[in-house]
Nanobody, 120 residues
Framework: QVQLVESGGGLVQTGGSLRLSCAASGSILSIRAMDWYRQPPRKQRELVARITSGGTTTYADSVKGRFTISRDNAKNTVYLQMNSLKPEDTAVYYC??????????????WGQGIQVTVSS
């Protein structure tokens, strides 16, 4: 059984910063890509950033230059540093990871989601 637990969300003013963390635990053999998604109110979930097991990163155009994704493989944790936040960044943020386990092989796992609210 695998769990992803997010932390670090909250309320921040425009221009402020937050750092999200997502820790994976359980019967993990290895983790491939780790992603951050977000779902703004009344909109579809969208990919924000991705980091591969080798450290290659990709970002949505809307966050390039403001957000940085990183990971600590020893801790099975992915981070999202969010700077220069804007009201349009307000959303529930979810982490996602492609994880090898002994029982299930390679599967996608999701965190429970964490609220980020940017006030104007």
């Amino acid at each position: 059984q695998v769990q992803l637990v997010e932390s670090g969300g909250g309320l921040v003013q425009t221009g402020g910063s937050l750092r999200l963390s997502c820790a994976a635990s359980g019967s993990i053999l290895s983790i491939r890509a780790m992603d951050w998604y977000r779902q703004p109110p009344r909109k579809q979930r969208e990919l924000v950033a991705r980091i591969t097991s080798g450290g290659t990163t990709t970002y949505a155009d809307s966050v390039k230059g403001r957000f940085t994704i990183s990971r600590d493989n020893a801790k099975n944790t992915v981070y999202l540093q969010m700077n220069s936040l804007k009201p349009e960044d307000t959303a529930v943020y979810y982490c996602n990871a492609e994880i090898f386990t002994g029982q299930s092989g390679l599967s996608d796992y999701w965190g429970q989601g964490i609220q980020v609210t940017v006030s104007s």
